[in-house]
């Protein structure tokens, strides 16, 4: 990636702050959601939908991969990669079919898991714990260098 930023969350309500900057510079694209069990990807999902006009719950798509969300006529698919077993699974579900949908916003938790078969990112989010047990550090790398203006 060209551009990057670090910051720090210091609580929920930084991490719904970063999520609605987001949701303003951010239309479509493919973001690669990084971090440990617990570092706060959902999280930042859920505020980053909320941000977007979603008025329901957002649930981890953890054992269904995916979960499509139509917001204000926009397609978001959130996936969560964690219990893959294999890249080509993803074949199997029928990524190809969520991945040409025009225009969409694509957030996959653990991308490493999908491999070939998943796009290269346009903006990936690293979530670090910290000591604290709320406190995170966050590194956006992007190759929007407007972004990453924006958050700075």
């Known amino acids: 990636m060209q551009y990057s930023y670090k910051l720090t969350l210091s609580n929920?309500?930084?991490t719904q702050m970063l999520a609605q900057k987001l949701a303003q510079h951010i239309a479509k694209g493919v973001i690669y959601l990084i971090g440990d069990l617990g570092a706060g990807k959902?999280?930042?999902t859920r505020y980053w939908l909320q941000s977007l006009g979603h008025q329901g719950a957002v649930k981890s798509p953890t054992y269904t991969l995916v979960e499509p969300y139509k917001i204000n006529v926009k397609d978001v698919f959130h996936f969560d990669l964690y219990r893959l077993n294999d890249?080509?699974?993803l074949e199997l579900m029928?990524?190809?079919d969520y991945l040409e949908v025009e225009n969409a916003l694509f957030l996959f938790e653990w991308p490493s898991k999908g491999a070939d078969e998943i796009p290269q990112a346009d903006?990936?989010?690293t979530i670090l714990k910290t000591d604290d047990?709320?406190?995170r550090e966050v590194i956006i790398e992007s190759?929007?260098?407007e972004l990453?203006?924006?958050l700075s």
């Open 143 to 145: 190759v929007s260098a």
């Open 87 to 89: 890249p080509y699974e």
């Open 94 to 96: 029928g990524i190809r």
């Open 133 to 135: 047990e709320v406190a």
């Open 123 to 125: 903006h990936v989010i």
């Open 148 to 150: 990453i203006e924006a």
């Open 42 to 44: 959902t999280t930042l």
């Open 12 to 14: 929920e309500q930084d």
